[in-house]
């Protein structure tokens, strides 16, 4: 019963956590998508609203793919503490187990390059805006080629959430 109860702890949490992996990515896409209408020009204080939004969301994420990474390893883990073995799987659940697996690691190293490498560059380049000043054209262009940059990645990102999702529901799949 106890390996029960921990497995299904860890199972709400990983399900929490793998709803917050997909709904970030769709919310910051919905955020970018409405911010693209105003075409590749700076507007401040609209611009500072969709960096901070979007920026601000790098700590919520890193929490989810973390959860979602450890209650996944900490399921079989917990099995095998009471057990005394790892479950057994069809060839189908270890197919969608190895895929959905390999989709958490792109989305991690996609958040890797987005807030370690892009971010800290969209931050210094927008610290060089003023509210009541146009930017230089060269740092304007840099500024929306680097968020073009972001959106690609996280256009990547929500498709690997959903293959993250969709592989889950066949990781149960027995022959």
Same mark, same amino acid.
């Not at 497995?7 to 970018?32: E, K």
């Not at 994420?61 to 399921?75: E, K, N, P």
């Not at 370690?116 to 931050?123: S, T, V």
């Given at each position: 019963?106890?390996?029960?109860?921990? =497995?299904?702890?860890?199972?709400?949490? =990983?399900?929490?956590? *793998?709803?917050?992996?997909?709904?970030?990515? +769709?919310?910051?896409?919905?955020?970018? *998508?409405?911010?693209?209408?105003?075409?590749?020009?700076?507007?401040?204080?609209?611009?500072?609203?969709?960096?901070?939004? !979007?920026?601000?969301?790098?700590?919520?994420?890193?929490?989810?793919?973390?959860?979602?990474?450890?209650?996944?390893?900490?399921?079989? !883990?917990? =099995?095998?503490?009471?057990?005394?073995? +790892?479950?057994?799987?069809?060839?189908?659940?270890?197919?969608?187990?190895?895929?959905?697996? !390999?989709?958490?690691?792109?989305?991690?190293?996609?958040? +890797?390059?987005?807030?370690?490498?892009?971010?800290?560059?969209?931050?210094?380049?927008?610290?060089?805006?003023?509210?009541?000043?146009?930017?230089?054209?060269?740092?304007?262009?840099?500024?929306?080629?680097?968020?073009?940059?972001?959106?690609? *990645?996280?256009?990547?990102?929500?498709?690997?959430?959903?293959?993250? !999702?969709? +592989?889950?529901?066949?990781?149960?799949?027995?022959?």
């Amino acid at each position: 019963m106890a390996e029960q109860i921990i =497995h299904s702890l860890l199972l709400v949490l =990983h399900n929490i956590a *793998l709803v917050g992996c997909a709904a970030a990515p +769709f919310y910051n896409r919905a955020l970018v *998508l409405k911010r693209a209408q105003y075409g590749a020009k700076l507007f401040y204080e609209l611009d500072k609203v969709v960096e901070d939004t !979007l920026q601000g969301n790098a700590p919520y994420c890193i929490v989810f793919i973390a959860t979602l990474f450890i209650t996944g390893i900490g399921m079989p !883990l917990n =099995h095998y503490a009471f057990i005394g073995s +790892f479950k057994e799987l069809s060839v189908i659940a270890w197919a969608a187990v190895s895929l959905k697996l !390999l989709s958490v690691f792109g989305m991690m190293v996609i958040m +890797f390059i987005i807030f370690f490498q892009i971010n800290p560059k969209l931050r210094e380049l927008f610290a060089q805006f003023k509210s009541n000043e146009e930017p230089s054209p060269e740092s304007e262009v840099k500024f929306f080629t680097l968020r073009a940059k972001r959106k690609a *990645l996280c256009d990547i990102c929500l498709k690997f959430a959903i293959s993250v !999702l969709v +592989f889950s529901a066949f990781m149960g799949f027995t022959l």
